[in-house]
């Protein structure tokens, strides 16, 4: 049996504190569909721009942390960071519960929740794994931080319904659309509490320093599979071909589940101009199957191959984004958009799903065609990279929300993950080729 060591972050702790940071950011992508329910004031361009400047927030801190190395995987590390993230917590809190409220500061809000998303990398705790179940061993530890995006946008609009504190609660704000949480429809004239998603984080944070202290002393550092401090490594995966190849990907999978994941709760409510469905009930599905796939996916990639698994998703990604193009284009011209609802939101759950089993079969691949011993570095970097996800998504849907035109952008989706099925279909599925089905 091949065997090769691992790294040691990925304890409960650490698991606890990644999956903190990842609800923190998250919870924007709640926050500005209920702005739009309160009828804060804010265009959808405008909270599809908080959005993007959020998801451009996480990719630099990823690549601060691409650069920190060895350092930034390690779970001390990991836990400061999400002490860090009391700081746009108390914004949040702040400036939800002293209206009126200034975009400026929420653009500014928006650029702090992108720390939160910006430590989801780490390894098991396991000193040796077998190498033909890599891709299952690394789907389940990267699929951690996921549990904090189901928790966000599943729990966080039904805890803005509650009075937490009573006059000390600050300012509440009356919902002007229909809006909706995990138990169902939440009626015009409802009272939100929007600064319960900084108490949410807060009470968060104490738990995972909690639960921090008290591991801490039974824990025994274990070898990493791989130093991520070797300056040579950074040299080496950057001039190999396969890097920049599974670097695209992995965009094409991470990068587009993390941004439908930031974008898709506002999707939905911005589904149709004359129509304006309970968003928040439906939106935390998406990531939650894109969650479970993980592990599937990896699975899938030790059975059958990284190659045939990622050719699959991405056919079906390809007909799903066109499928949804063609739904989005009839609803915007039709009397009766609602008719086409239920429709939009089965073929983004087919999305999520390709997109979660595509990430791991990727992550299945790259620890073939890449030295074991690079292979955490060259995790952090893919991740670095798709991250950007979270920038260019909603970015795409603020331009084509300002002249009318979502459907476009699914095309365009569509469009390139066609040129990703024929990347994989030529470089690793060919007879010849240098890794076949990795």
């Known amino acids: ?23 923190l950011w998250m919870s924007l992508s709640v926050l500005v569909v209920q702005l739009f329910t309160v009828d804060a004031g804010f265009t959808f361009a405008q909270l599809y721009r908080l959005l993007a400047i959020s998801g451009l ?72 794994v077998d190498t033909s179940g890599i891709g299952w061993t690394l789907a389940v530890n990267a699929g951690v931080a996921g549990i904090g995006i189901v928790i966000a946008q599943a729990a966080l609009p039904y805890l803005t319904t509650i009075d937490l504190f009573g006059m000390a609660n600050g300012a509440s704000w009356t919902t002007v659309h229909g809006s909706g949480d995990i138990v169902g429809v939440i009626a015009p004239g409802a009272k939100l509490w929007l600064g319960n998603s900084g108490w949410l984080t807060i009470a968060a944070i104490i738990l995972a ?7 801490r002393p ?20 950057l001039r190999n071909k396969h ?9 094409m999978a991470f990068g587009s589940f993390i941004g439908f994941t930031i974008t898709f709760p506002l999707s939905l409510q911005t589904f149709s101009t004359t129509y304006s469905p309970s968003a928040l009930t439906y939106a935390w599905i998406g990531p939650l ?4 796939a993980r592990p599937f996916g990896g699975w899938l990639a030790d059975l059958f191959g990284g190659a045939k698994v990622t050719l699959w998703c991405a056919i079906v990604l390809a007909l799903s984004c066109g499928a949804a193009g063609v739904i989005t284009y009839n609803a915007m011209n039709s009397p009766l ?44 970097w893919l991740t670095t990279i798709a991250t950007a996800g979270a920038a260019y998504i909603p970015t795409l849907w603020y331009v084509n929300s300002t002249t009318q035109t979502p459907a476009y952008a699914l095309f365009v989706f569509a469009a390139f993950y066609v ?12 007879n010849r080729a240098e890794f076949y089905n990795p």
């Not at 400026?104 to 998303?117: D, F, K, S």
């Not at 691949?365 to 011993?373: A, E, G, N, T, W």
């Not at 040129?419 to 060919?430: N, W």
């Open 1 to 23: 049996m091949n065997t090769v060591r691992v790294s040691s972050t990925v304890d409960k702790p650490t698991a606890i504190n990644l999956i903190v940071g990842m609800a």
């Open 57 to 128: 927030s996480a990719t630099i801190w990823h690549f601060v942390f691409f650069w920190l190395g060895e350092r930034a995987m390690q779970a001390r590390f990991i836990y400061l960071t999400t002490a860090a993230l009391v700081i746009p917590a108390g914004m949040t809190i702040w400036v939800f519960t002293n209206p009126p409220l200034s975009y400026t500061e929420l653009q500014w809000l928006a650029a702090a929740y992108g720390l939160g998303g910006a430590q989801f990398i780490a390894f098991t705790r396991s000193e040796k």
């Open 209 to 215: 320093t909690v639960t921090w202290q008290l591991a």
């Open 218 to 237: 039974s824990a025994s550092p274990q070898a990493p599979l791989g130093s991520v401090t070797n300056r040579d490594h950074y040299a080496a995966i």
């Open 243 to 251: 890097t920049w190849l599974m670097t695209l990907l992995y965009v």
């Open 289 to 292: 199957l894109g969650v479970l």
């Open 337 to 380: 958009p609602e008719q086409w609802f239920l429709g939009y939101l089965l073929v983004f759950l087919v999305i999520f799903i390709a997109t979660g089993a595509a990430s791991s079969a990727i992550f299945r691949s790259v620890s073939v065609v890449l030295p074991l011993d690079q292979l955490p570095l060259a995790l952090r």
């Open 419 to 430: 040129v990703c099925a024929v990347l994989v279909s030529y470089m690793y599925l060919r």
